[in-house]
């Protein structure tokens, strides 16, 4: 009996890490919604549950189990109660058709499957944390287990029975511990990535993360035939704010300018520290025109913004914005366009917005 827990549980494990594998590089390809995650949940675990029917074992008086009741708890956890639906369905029309003849032992099956997903349903819906509601879960199918057996082997195998219990407790409780720490390392791994991609200071995108987010914008607009815009934003004569009121007060501007630039622009837009004080923003679908319209709302926003220093002195500053937008300029120029708008900004009294000539 050892040997066949020892090969469910592996089957357990390698279904769950290469499920979650796959799953998360055709989240990474098409970006999934919650409706083909939930789908994938569902058909996925109800296949696994029913190789887990080709893999029962003895435990003893001659009662055959399997573990098609942890792909159900599974399949409910991630996906919700219609997601544990679907796994279900799958496990008992194939135990009831495909699976041998129909006989006492098929419909108790198929009961505990149905018991299953509501043991599960009630379990993951209780607003506790995620450990107790795995063993409510194991409590549940635990005791639907007993009450499966009983009339099929009688109490005189309550030994059994109770061997059972403790194995499916056990299974689900190994499950929630796979499913957690692969959500923690994705957690981690969330974590470690948007601390590679955005600015220490600002927290907004860093030069790496706007190459290519830039990058992508280009190649979906030029496929999508849509315009973006880009600007460039310089603060005007902020080595002097550096020099008068020291580094920290030229931190807490940084900071607080980027606050502003990002209230400035919508949700789908990108703003990034492009490095020292110059920022760089992407609007999506958006004309020429209408990019200096925004260029020239974010001056003034700023030129109007009052900046609270460390030293609990207050500043204001402007910025001087150059403008480049797709299709007018090719998006391997806009850059050098925008920055040489910049220049322009610059060269004709700051405090300024200028689009690429």
Excluded at 10 to 19: D, E, H, K, P, V
Excluded at 308 to 319: E, R
Aim: charge should be neutral; proline fraction near 3%; include cysteine.
């Amino acid at each position: 009996m050892v040997i066949h827990l020892l090969i469910n549980f592996s089957l357990l494990t390698t279904f769950i890490f290469f499920g979650d594998m796959i799953l998360s590089r055709l989240n990474e390809r098409f970006t999934l919604s919650k409706l083909p995650v939930s789908g994938f949940y569902g058909f996925g675990f109800g296949l696994f549950g029913i190789v887990q029917l080709y893999f029962a074992f003895p435990l003893g008086d001659g009662t055959i189990i399997d573990f098609r009741q942890v792909s159900i708890l599974a399949s409910t956890y991630l996906g919700g109660p219609v997601t544990g639906l679907i796994t279900a369905a799958l496990i008992a029309v194939f135990r009831l058709f495909f699976f041998g003849p129909i006989h006492q032992a098929t419909i108790y099956g198929v009961v505990n499957v149905t018991l299953t997903l509501l043991a599960a349903v009630f379990a993951f819906s209780r607003k506790k944390p995620d450990v107790q509601q795995w063993l409510i879960a194991g409590y549940g199918i635990a005791v639907i287990a007993t009450f499966i057996l009983i009339p099929l082997i009688g109490w005189k195998s309550i030994g059994t029975i109770l061997l059972f219990d403790l194995i499916c407790f056990m299974a689900a409780q190994f499950t929630y511990l796979l499913i957690s720490h692969l959500k923690k390392s994705h957690e981690a791994l969330e974590m470690f990535k948007e601390a590679a991609e955005r600015d220490f200071l600002t927290g907004l995108h860093n030069p790496r993360s706007y190459n290519r987010i830039f990058s992508k914008t280009a190649e979906l607009s030029a496929l999508n035939h849509e315009p973006f815009s880009l600007l460039l934003v310089d603060i005007d004569h902020f080595k002097h704010v550096n020099d008068t009121y020291g580094h920290a007060a030229g931190d807490a501007v940084l900071s607080k300018l980027a606050d502003v630039l990002q209230a400035g622009i919508r949700i789908r837009d990108y703003c990034a520290r492009k490095g020292g004080e110059e920022f760089a923003i992407l609007l999506i679908r958006c004309t020429a025109e209408q990019g200096m319209m925004v260029a020239e709302k974010l001056r003034s926003s700023v030129q109007g913004y009052v900046f609270d220093l460390p030293d609990q002195t207050t500043l204001q500053i402007t910025v001087s914005i150059g403008v480049s937008s797709f299709p007018e300029y090719a998006p391997s120029d806009m850059l050098e366009k925008a920055d040489d708008a910049l220049y322009e900004a610059k060269e004709n009294g700051r405090n300024r917005v200028f689009y690429a000539k």
